[in-house]
């Protein structure tokens, strides 16, 4: 599986971005979905994710209620939108899949608010 994740760029606080994250391979519906970010100098943190069958959505307290994950299986493809952007959310985003042939990763997109 590889995940190749896009999106990112320079927005105003307050603004709103998409970011997508296209999936290779079969199976999609078979895996639990999720967004990560890794904020400079800082580790890599859960953000969102939507779990494979019930399409469960999970949020960190950072973004509850200002993002929102949500995944479209015909298209192998997760989202996150991402609304009243703060300065605090800049970071890399991160795509995973997790699911019954291991864990995987997208390369990050770069999402930079400005305030």
């Known amino acids: 599986v590889q995940l190749q994740a896009s999106g990112g760029g320079l927005v105003q606080a307050g603004a709103s971005r998409r970011l997508s994250c296209i999936a290779s391979g079969r199976a999609f519906v078979s895996y639990t979905v999720a967004w990560f970010r890794q904020a400079p100098g800082k580790e890599r943190e859960f953000t969102a994710a939507s779990r494979y069958g019930t399409g469960r959505t999970y949020y960190s307290d950072s973004v509850k209620g200002r993002s929102f994950i949500f995944r479209d299986n015909a298209e192998n493809t997760v989202y996150l939108q991402m609304n009243s952007l703060k300065s605090d959310d800049t970071g890399v985003y991160y795509c995973?899949?997790?699911?019954?042939?291991?864990?995987?990763w997208g390369q990050g997109t770069q999402v930079t608010v400005s305030s």
């Open positions: 995973n899949l997790n699911g019954p042939r291991g864990v995987y």
